[in-house]
């Protein structure tokens, strides 16, 4: 989805994620330490990213009734517009899935 907004903080990192079925905020944990060059590169470019699009791998996490996508990965989509033309595919594809599969 595209990323509307970004919020940095010690321990994570916050975006606010559209990806054509709503709104969604997505934490993604952030430890000092970590030299894993992808959470590392994530978190320097986190405020050059609103507007751009991110594919997200997570657990959808329910906390005081706010639904948050707790995300293992992050990465920015590349490649031009097939991949972005393929993740909606796959964003709306997913969706009907769950849909089916929760009646």
């Given at each position: 989805?595209?990323?509307?907004?970004?919020?940095?903080r010690?321990?994570?990192?916050?975006?606010?994620?559209?990806?054509?079925?709503?709104?969604?905020?997505?934490?993604?944990?952030?430890?000092?330490?970590?030299?894993?060059?992808?959470?590392?590169?994530?978190?320097?470019?986190?405020?050059?990213?609103?507007?751009?699009?991110?594919?997200?791998?997570?657990?959808?996490?329910?906390?005081?009734?706010?639904?948050?996508?707790?995300?293992?990965?992050?990465?920015?989509?590349?490649?031009?517009?097939?991949?972005?033309?393929?993740?909606?595919?796959?964003v709306?594809?997913?969706?009907?899935?769950?849909?089916?599969?929760?009646?």
């Open positions: 989805g595209a990323v509307r907004s970004s919020e940095v010690s321990t994570n990192l916050f975006l606010d994620v559209e990806d054509g079925t709503g709104l969604m905020n997505v934490k993604v944990w952030v430890n000092d330490g970590d030299d894993c060059s992808a959470i590392v590169d994530l978190r320097r470019k986190a405020t050059e990213k609103d507007g751009k699009y991110v594919r997200i791998i997570g657990q959808l996490k329910e906390f005081d009734g706010v639904r948050t996508v707790v995300a293992n990965d992050v990465r920015e989509v590349e490649g031009g517009g097939n991949e972005i033309t393929y993740h909606f595919l796959e709306a594809h997913s969706h009907e899935r769950h849909l089916k599969a929760g009646s």
